[in-house]
């Protein structure tokens, strides 16, 4: 195990660290592809992880800040803290085009531009959400929710495939 000693030196260690901590949910994704890792903050004896949850009462977050702790002790940090950042609230805008990018290839329709998706109304219009497996925009949400609160579950018209979309907030 090397130990580092200098953390001026260290931020770029540290990053590449947290780009190897995968979401538990959604194991295609690093924690910062997904954004949810706001600020590195080196103190005199102790590195600071802050971590910005995807909803308030997240429940991937414990399992996510353990995972950090590991992953930089293994990489020889002595005494690491995570500390969570509800405000300001996090924001699929926040996500990776990366990220993005490995949802789709991992059968999750990703969020659209805020402008675009974020818009709906209580008796607004429901967009169509392309189908990450055929592309086709001919789409149903199924339900507001699917197997995480932060993913609706859609099925395609064309494909006759079900898929999640990673909902925009």
Not at 1 to 13: E, I, P, S
Not at 96 to 107: P, Q, V
Not at 120 to 142: K, Q
């Amino acid at each position: 195990m090397r130990m580092v000693t200098n953390m001026n030196q260290a931020t770029k260690t540290v990053e590449e660290v947290l780009a190897g901590v995968m979401d538990p949910e959604i194991p295609v994704l690093s924690i910062t592809d997904l954004g949810i890792v706001r600020e590195i903050r080196e103190h005199t004896d102790e590195l600071e992880v802050v971590i910005t949850p995807t909803y308030s009462g997240c429940p991937a977050m414990e399992v996510i800040a353990t995972n950090i702790r590991m992953e930089l002790l293994a990489h020889g940090f002595e005494k690491v803290r995570v500390t969570q950042a509800l405000s300001p609230a996090w924001t699929t805008d926040w996500m990776t085009d990366e990220g993005k990018l490995r949802l789709k290839e991992y059968g999750i329709a990703p969020p659209g531009a805020r402008a675009q998706v974020c818009d709906h109304g209580l008796f607004g219009r429901e967009e169509a959400i392309p189908c990450p497996r055929c592309d086709s925009y001919r789409t149903r949400l199924v339900s507001r929710f699917s197997s995480t609160a932060c993913k609706a579950l859609y099925a395609c018209n064309d494909c006759g495939e079900p898929f999640d979309y990673f909902k925009c907030h």
